[in-house]
Structure formats: C-alpha cells, structure tokens
C-alpha cells in the first residue's frame, strides 16, 4: 500500500510538471538573451532591428537607442495592435531578427514571449535593458551606447517613434 501511495505521489508530480512544462511552451524554450553591446554591433550592420517597448514618455526622459525603432507595448489599443505595429516594422518578414530593449528587461522578456506565441521566431531579449540589471549588466545608457531623442512630437499620444 505504502508503495503504490509513493507511486501514485511520483505520477501526479510528474503529470503536474508535464502540465507546467506544456504551459510554458516553446517560446520559452526559444528565449535568446542578448547583450546591448552585440545589439548595437549587430544593429549597425543591418543584421538585426533593435526595438525599444518602453512607454512614450520613457523615450523622451531617455531617448531611445540610436538606429531603434520605438513601438510602445502600451499601445492603448492593445496587444493586438502593439504586434501588428512590429510585424509593420519588420515588413511582415516574422523570421527576421529583432531584439527587445525596455529599461530593466522584465517588458522585453513579456513581449519576446508574447512575440513567438504569435509567429516570430528570431527574438533577442536585451534583458539589461536601458537602465542595467545588476551586476555585469550595466544597461545601455551605462554602456555608453549611443542614443537619440525620439522624434515624436506628442510623447503623451504617441504608439511608436522611428529614429532612423
């Protein structure tokens, strides 16, 4: 009895990480971390769109990194539009490669995922974000890494920016 109870224990518990493994999906399995530093390199020879999802009036505290196109995730209509206004900026082509940039990196890891769930598949966290993220991620800004005010004249209404 004791053993088929010790059983009956392993099986749920492994029925219960089956379920969690399931939930995550593949996109977490397909998460790309990325630093500023190879972000901008790769930026500045075309071989990746760098994407700043920070809020409107974050691009104008801070400017957004230099060759960036800025597309809020708080796009007031919605998910939706946020990955159509990505797709747009990648003209339609969801293979090609893109990194996410916020200010600490907890933004941009939400939308990597929320990207692949939605048919992208070449998805780089700048999980260091603007600002940096502890030790050994000293962020953009820190890296001294170039940026540019956002050109956006309304930063209160504005969905996105492009500063190329």
């Given at each position: 009895m004791a053993n088929s109870t010790f059983s009956l224990g392993i099986s749920a518990l492994a029925a219960a990480f089956a379920i969690i493994a399931l939930s995550i999906g593949p996109a977490a399995a397909a998460e790309k971390i990325i630093s500023a530093n190879e972000a901008y390199d790769l930026s500045v020879k075309n071989q990746l769109t760098v994407i700043d999802i920070r809020s409107p009036k974050e691009w104008a505290e801070s400017g957004v990194p230099q060759g960036a196109q800025a597309i809020t995730m708080h796009n007031p209509q919605g998910n939706k539009a946020f990955l159509e206004a990505i797709r747009e900026a990648v003209g339609g082509d969801t293979a090609y490669p893109i990194a996410l940039i916020c200010a600490v990196g907890g933004r941009s890891r939400w939308a990597q995922r929320f990207l692949a769930?939605?048919?992208?598949?070449?998805?780089?966290?700048?999980?260091?974000?603007?600002?940096?993220?502890?030790?050994?991620?000293?962020?953009?800004?820190?890296?001294n890494l170039p940026v540019q005010p956002c050109p956006t004249a309304d930063h209160t209404t504005a969905t996105s920016c492009r500063s190329r």
């Open positions: 769930e939605n048919g992208f598949s070449n998805i780089s966290d700048i999980s260091e974000g603007m600002f940096g993220r502890g030790k050994g991620k000293p962020g953009w800004l820190k890296r």
